[in-house]
């Protein structure tokens, strides 16, 4: 059977650290407070450095750890909400920046923070269908640019970043073994950001506001909901226990949201892959970033099973499932 193997994992993050103290002098909080109730130290925000370059930087070092040239490549994917323009899409862009063959198949997927794995998802698709062989997937956001600066209650959360894979056409038993993806628009207005160019249709009250929006709690109790049910599809789909999985990659939004996920599955703290301590919740960046890093660490080895389960606005929420 055509599988799509992950052949290689990057990641990029901007160099400039915003801490929780730094975050003190701009808005009212502090590090105690942003630490005990998200985990989060620090994040990582852009600088004259747009979402193409960062996805772009990702791309390159997947391409290098998969050993795969550019002109090898006929499908690039990209998961974000923050391109830095309407049009071409990001995916057009890195086409350009990593001189991948022109006449390749590149396009956006827009499903905030499950971003990354309804690209995977759309990838796998094309190349177990035997359209594609060599895919990039990216996922990349940076939601510095949409969150209110003077909204204590959203912009301590997030941070910029990206991370991507090569998936390769390959039979076999390694590989992607399933994807769900699903969502439920009815909630749109518990997470959203408007943007720049609003729509017509939201010139009256909050909606008009471009910045990020967020209920907090609600959106913590869905996704808490929502990412556990996406684990247990997961796992029924494939036959696993919970003593099968051996890393767990969930989108790294909250620290809490990650522990009740922890403590359903029964999962030891080794099966469970952290690092939103240092970076926030990057969106569509956070599952690949993590992965990438897991990867470098040597968290992971041949023939092991990882399991990534992501939750975003939209609401959006999806897991994967892929043998290493
Ligand atoms: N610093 C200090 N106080 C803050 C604060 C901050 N950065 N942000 C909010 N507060 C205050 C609130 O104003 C509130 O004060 P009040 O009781 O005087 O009204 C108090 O802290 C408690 O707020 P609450 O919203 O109940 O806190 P919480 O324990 O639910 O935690 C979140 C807030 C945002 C951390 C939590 O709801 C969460 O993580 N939600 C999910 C977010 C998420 O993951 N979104 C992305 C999904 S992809």
Known sequence: ?????????????????????DLEGLVDTTDAWITSR?????????????????????????????????????????GTVTPEMTFPSTACLVQAHLGVRPGATAFDVSAACSGFVYALDVADKFVKAGAHKKALVIGVDQFSRIVDWKDRSTCVLFGDGAGAIVLSAEKGARGVLSCHTHSDGRHWEMLYAN??????????GHHKSPYLRMHGNETFKIAVRTMGSAITEAMEANGLK????DLLIPHQANLRIINAIKDRLKLPDEKLYVNLDRYGNTSAGSIPLALDEAV?????????????VAFGGGFTWASAVARW
Do not use: Y
């Open 242 to 245: 919970g003593e099968d999985i």
């Open 1 to 21: 059977m055509l599988r799509s193997r992950i052949v290689g994992t990057g990641s990029a993050v901007p160099k400039k650290v915003v801490t929780n103290h």
């Open 195 to 204: 943007g720049p160019h609003q729509s017509s249709h939201f010139d009256h």
């Open 296 to 308: 470098r660490e040597g968290r992971l080895k041949e023939n092991d099973t990882v399991l990534f």
């Open 38 to 78: 998200t985990g989060i130290s620090e994040r990582r925000i852009a600088v004259n450095e747009p979402c193409s370059e960062l996805a772009s930087r990702a791309g390159k070092a997947a391409l290098k750890a998969a050993d795969v040239s550019p002109k090898d490549l006929d499908l690039i994917v990209v």
